[in-house]
T-cell receptor, first 111, second 116 residues
Framework: DQQVKQNSPSLSVQEGRISILNCDYTNSMFDYFLWYKKYPAEGPTFLIS?????DKNEDGRFTVFLNKSAKHLSLHIVPSQPGDSAVYFCAASITGNQFYFGTGTSLTVIP | EAEVAQSPRYKITEKSQAVAFWCDPISGHATLYWYRQILGQGPELLVQFQDESVVDDSQLPKDRFSAERLKGVDSTLKIQPAELGDSAMYLCASSLTAGAYTGELFFGEGSRLTVL
């Protein structure tokens, strides 16, 4: 049973505009969430995280929003750049143990 | 910059053969994970080590997969015999410790397995 879901397999955005990637989860015990970015033939690299005590965390162009009641989180990238084109995975865990990953969203930023 | 080392990067084998993957985590990282990523899907945890002890191997197909981390440093994942459905990217990751909201897993570049 997929506990973390990314329902959009792909997303295309114009350079300079906002990219919004969405993630839903089913387990209400999850309290720590992360976003990873993956280029082809490379391992995922950490992007940004948020714990359940917050509803927003910002790092430069990247902001993650958490809506616990809806069991939903989103990653906003503003402004989007061509180098942001990659597959983005969200992950969820309970107290930093046993990370569960979504299926990924492939982002293409069009110059 | 410290990184997780994995080898081989690519492995092609025939079904029923044995295959092994090696991982050297970032120095000082107590927790080591093996994930399997099938094309089009997210990484799926196979086994998690805390030092040399297995913390979680509930998703490891133990009839054909085995994993060890004998000295609590590097780790080996073995498949014997390999089956067609094992074709995937095998990712190793490490973290300073588990369960402490310390942040991210650090992933290696992965080992791509193709079973013919």
């Amino acid at each position: 049973d997929q506990q973390v879901k990314q329902n959009s397999p792909s997303l295309s955005v114009q350079e300079g505009r906002i990219s919004i990637l969405n993630c839903d989860y089913t387990n209400s015990m999850f309290d720590y969430f992360l976003w990873y970015k993956k280029y082809p033939a490379e391992g995922p690299t950490f992007l940004i995280s948020i714990s359940s005590i917050k509803d927003k965390n910002e790092d430069g162009r990247f902001t993650v929003f958490l809506n616990k009641s809806a069991k939903h989180l989103s990653l906003h990238i503003v402004p989007s750049q061509p180098g942001d084109s990659a597959v983005y995975f969200c992950a969820a865990s309970i107290t930093g143990n046993q990370f569960y990953f979504g299926t990924g969203t492939s982002l293409t930023v069009i110059p | 910059e410290a990184e997780v080392a994995q080898s081989p990067r690519y492995k092609i084998t025939e079904k029923s053969q044995a295959v092994a993957f090696w991982c050297d985590p970032i120095s000082g990282h107590a927790t080591l994970y093996w994930y399997r990523q099938i094309l089009g899907q997210g990484p799926e945890l196979l086994v998690q080590f805390q030092d040399e002890s297995v913390v979680d191997d509930s998703q490891l197909p133990k009839d054909r997969f085995s994993a060890e981390r004998l000295k609590g440093v590097d780790s080996t994942l073995k498949i014997q015999p390999a089956e067609l459905g094992d074709s995937a990217m095998y990712l190793c990751a490490s973290s300073l410790t588990a369960g402490a909201y310390t942040g991210e897993l650090f992933f290696g570049e992965g080992s791509r397995l193709t079973v013919l």
